[in-house]
C-alpha cells in the first residue's frame, strides 16, 4: 500500500508541472511584452537559472559539461524558443495541439535510446491522447500559421528528447542543482540568439514584470524542478502522458476567464485525454511489475 501512495504522489506531483505551463499561453499573450518570443524564453529561465547556480555554488564536473549544455539547450533554450513563438503565432488551442504530439514522440525515443519496446496500448493511448486535445482545443475557425505549427511540433520533438536523455543519463548532482543548471544553460545560449534578432526590450511596464516573475519562479523554476523529479521516479513515457494536462488546463483558463462554454465535442476530448493519460500511467507500471517479476524469476 506505501509503495502505491508512493507512486501515486510521484504521479501528482508530477503532473504539476505541466498544469502550471498550461498557464504559459495566457501569461504569454496578456502579461509579457509582444514581437519578443526568443527574448521572452530567455528571461523566463535564465535569471531564476543564474541565481540558484550562484547561490548553490555548484557546478558541472568533467563530461556533465557538455550533457548539461545538450540538456540545458534541449529542454529549456530550444524548447522554451519554439514554446514562445508558437504561443505568439497560434491560438493557444493550435499550439497545444500540435505540441500533444510529444508522448508519442517520446515513447519512440525511449524505444530508440532506453531500448524500451513500447506496447500496443501505450501506441494507442498516445494517439487518442493527440485526438482528444484536438477535440478539445480545435474548432472550426481556428487560425494555421505554418511557422507556428513547425514550431510547436519541432518543440514537442526537443523536450520529448530531453525528457528522454535525462532519464538514460541519471543526474550525479540533486535535483535543485540539476535544475538551476539547465536553467542557466538554456538562458545564456539563447540570449545573445534573442538580442542579435529581435533586439532589446524598450519597455517593461508592472504588469509585464509580474508576467516574468510569475514565470521565473513558478512556471519555469518550479514546474522543471517537478518535471524533473518525475523524471527520476517515473519512466519517460509516463511522464510525457502527463504533459497532455498541460492543454486541458489552458482551455479550462479560457473558459474561467473569457466565461467561454464548452461544446460536446470538447467535453468528449477532456475525457479522451484525462483517459489516455491514465491509461499511460497504468501502461508503465504493469510494465515494470511484469518486469520485476520476470527478474525475480530469474535470480531463482
Known sequence: MKTATV???DVLLTALAPMTWGTTYVVATELLPPNHPLLVAALRSLPIGILLTAWLRQLPKG???WRILLLGSLNIGIFQALLFIAAYRLPGGVAATAGAIQPLLVVLFSWIILNEKPSKLSIVAAIAGFVGVGLLVLGPTARLDSVGIVAAIAGAATMGLGTVLV???KRPVSLLVFTAWQLAVGGIVLLPIALAIEGPITHLSTTNL?????LGLVGTGLAYALWFRGIDKLKASAVSYLGLISPVVATLIGFVLLHQ???PIQLMGIAIVLVSVLIGQQTNQLRQRLSNSFKSRLKK
Open 7 to 9: 507512486r501515486l504522489s
Open 210 to 214: 509580474l508576467g516574468f516573475v510569475y
Open 63 to 65: 563530461i556533465w559539461w
Open 167 to 169: 532519464k538514460r543519463w
Open 261 to 263: 462554454t464548452f461544446t
